[in-house]
């Protein structure tokens, strides 16, 4: 492992990252609102163009939103690294970009040390991994390798109603070609994503451990819980004549904390919930809310969810309220090559951890050998302005990657 | 009691009404979505005013963002009607305008019937009465009677963070004007306000009543409670690790369902809650809902919103999450005038009720002879899409109306 770059390549991040500094910002809640074909994205893409191009490498923009920059002819058997632009609402900076940018960096680096690579290599940026404006994560991979029916997918739409279709449209992508790109698919002979950790996993398998190697990512999905009531003014209506459906969805998210202690390793979360309308002096028409369940086993998880859902229909009944739940994604366990994770660990000799978290990766793994590199995050803390990797840190994980593609290109 | 007007007062009815129906209708949520300075408002003044100039009443717009149409010079001991015309988020038709559209049907009617009023009529839509852009109900009578401090209220801001200062500015009034309005105020000798039933009381006095007469407003409030934990990842944050503020909030709701059954006549609702950032993956930073609490009296009002904080405080400190409760406001009891009631009931025959609804009545009433009249609700449900009133029942409402002014102008 040859770990360590000099200071000039700190500089060399410093300046790279400073160029996404400014795009996106979230004014309201901090941090960074990235979501699919938004002005952020749009302007990411095309920074992301630029800098592609600046180090000579061929951008291609495919059918479901992706953007390609290639070193070397595209062709089969290739290695590639990248990962996505977009964030959660008021999401940190290194979830997603720092692996795109790590992608670049890296090829760089290749580069000053005269690596000429027998395989091509390319930069992958994936279409709204998280799922932030249409609700469903790894849109773009997803499509790609038809995980997601394209009519389904195009008629997905953002809180304002605006759906993908037109939303592609609107930033220049046809959607009409959305869907399946088997021959793109089978052009990756490798996939590399390098990813800033999301928890505290890493440093509790080694407390010095700048970057650690993915082994799996753990079952997980999304349901979005719509309770019907009947919506009343909030003063004049008794208690015994109201159907709130505020109750139910407040069962729930207390079942999902309390349920997750019957389920170890789980873990449960409502962090998005939409009363309609949304009065203060309004009791609630309908509310819906949206459950996020993980656990390494996908029978736990919809066990779990059953679990909170019946929390749910049983305060609904009581309360005469109606319940429809609909499962918005569910992504099963992901184990990542067992063959490329022993040979990367073979090459860098850090920890193997797990993840809580969904990722691109996740979505090719079943089709292309697949690695994950994980970059130390001292916060511990993702999904919020709070997330944060130290240049030196991220530096040691652009040089980590640079090892992977050169052992990888051989 | 003259109630039953001739078929043609149907018609008329049926067509002042329709002049209103497409204004603000909100496609989301069902209903109408129209609030202090916003497009529909700005056209329902517009309305207003015209339908005033052509029965050639005097229009005012008083310095506060309210409207009055005057027969007769303004002057003092006038007799003033009237109600508002914003509506909750998703709200019913009639909450505020049958008010004032049946103010100016009452005119119309007295005009038929020959009267000449000894003292000078107004009919008045008083601004934003439900609070729901700005957060504080009866904006404009608060403003002119000096219940609310101008300068708090030029401060308070819309969900875009559009302050009231500016929206008014941009509707063409001087924001700087905004307070006190003592000589209006003197000016006023008597203020009634029609309003449909909200709730089911006066069918429950007598199931064949159409209108009613207002006893009381109970104490009612609206409290902002925002609790702060720290925003994550929902995959990869252990529970241990959470401070996750949806648990208190979500106990914050439960409690108020649980803590008026220990209140009898009380109501507690939250009916608007926004988790920061709201993403589906994401644990939320922080939580802000609303708690909307009313009961005869404003200790046992206050006694219940402390149960329900106390709740939310306990959960917070176990999920190590910080609660911070703002008072958005908080309107005592009010008992409407007697001895005008007294003279109502003798005059109508009907039913006396009170109101669980804060109305712009209530603003007045500490400073004029303030009645009220109910008009027949056969949803009993309001501040919802369903509210209703058969316009025969608001046909005689209208008549109640015009009754009573005949009365008090003499």
């Known amino acids: 492992m040859k770990f360590g770059l000099p200071p000039a390549d700190g500089t060399r991040f410093r300046s790279a990252w400073a160029d ?9 809640w901090g941090g960074y609102s990235r979501h699919g074909f938004d002005d952020a994205d749009v302007q ?32 089969p058997d290739s290695v590639v690294t990248g990962s ?21 960096l890296a090829i760089d680096e290749l580069k000053l040390r005269g690596v000429t690579p027998a395989r091509p290599v390319a930069v992958a940026c994936f279409l709204e991994e998280e799922g932030g404006r249409f609700g469903l994560p790894c849109l773009g991979s997803r499509l790609m390798t038809g995980t997601v029916d394209p009519d389904h997918a195009r008629r997905l739409h953002d809180p304002d109603g605006v759906s993908l279709a037109d939303a592609a449209k609107r930033s220049g992508l046809d959607p009409s070609g959305m869907g399946p790109d088997p021959a793109r698919l089978a052009s990756v002979g490798t996939f590399v994503e390098l990813h800033i950790e999301q928890g505290r996993l890493l440093t509790a398998a080694d407390p010095a451990a700048v970057v650690g190697i993915g082994s ?55 962090g998005r919930i939409h009363p309609i309308p949304g009065g203060t002096n309004v009791i ?81 793994a079943p089709h292309v050998p697949t690695a994950m590199l994980f970059v130390r995050n001292n916060s511990g803390i993702s999904h919020a302005p709070e997330e944060h990797a130290d240049v030196a840190d ?12 050169e052992e990888l290109v051989k």
């Open 20 to 28: 996404l500094a400014g795009v996106g910002r979230d004014h309201r």
């Open 44 to 75: 990411l893409r095309q920074w992301f163009t630029e800098q592609a191009t600046r180090r000579g490498l061929d951008v291609e923009n495919d059918r479901n939103g992706n953007v390609w920059a290639w070193w070397g002819e595209p062709g």
């Open 84 to 104: 996505h632009l977009d964030s959660v609402p008021g999401g940190g900076a290194f979830d997603g970009p720092l692996g795109v940018i790590s992608g670049l």
């Open 216 to 270: 799996e990512i753990v079952a997980h999905g999304r349901w979005r819980i719509t309770v019907t009531g009947q919506g009343n003014h909030a003063g004049t209506t008794r208690w015994t004549d109201r159907h709130d459906p505020m109750i139910p969805a407040a069962a729930g998210v207390l079942a999902a904390r309390r349920e997750i202690a019957n389920f170890p390793g789980a873990v449960a979360t409502v």
């Open 284 to 364: 609630a028409s309908s509310v819906q809310f949206w459950l996020d369940a993980r656990h390494e086993s996908a029978v736990v998880t919809a066990t779990l969810v059953d679990a909170i859902v019946s929390a749910v229909r049983q305060e609904a009944a009581a309360e005469g309220c109606a319940v429809v739940v609909q499962r918005e994604s569910m992504s099963d366990r992901v184990v990542l090559d067992a063959g490329l994770g022993l040979q990367l660990s073979a090459l860098l000799d850090v920890p193997v951890i797990p993840t809580g978290a969904g990722h691109d990766a996740g979505i090719l």
């Open 394 to 405: 991220c530096v040691i994980g652009v040089d980590a990657l640079a090892d992977v593609l």
